[in-house]
């Protein structure tokens, strides 16, 4: 089964971790996201410590192709976030029950 997290679920759980109040938390989440969007629309890269980074890159127009009927059509340029992960959180997805657990979901 494939579970999302969302940001109610994250500031729920921060609530209960932290036994701050659940409008508090949220509060301090939305905040949080914003100022990240805020960076990000700015270009500037966002670094989590011991989570990993997002940065803002350029695509370069390109040509795709639809697999259904194989007609090409250009693809615009645009910009992007890329995630990058940390070394913690790359060794952290590495045990085999997580591996296991991801296989099951595939």
Known sequence: ????????????????????????????????FDLIGEALMRAETVKLTAFGSLQVRSRAERVGRNPRTGTEHRISPRHTVVFTPSAQLREALTPPELADKIRERA
Request: proline content about 3%.
């Open 1 to 32: 089964m494939n579970e999302t997290i969302t940001r109610a679920k994250l500031s729920k759980a921060a609530s209960r971790r932290t036994g701050i109040s659940p409008a508090d938390t949220a509060a301090i989440c939305d905040a949080m």
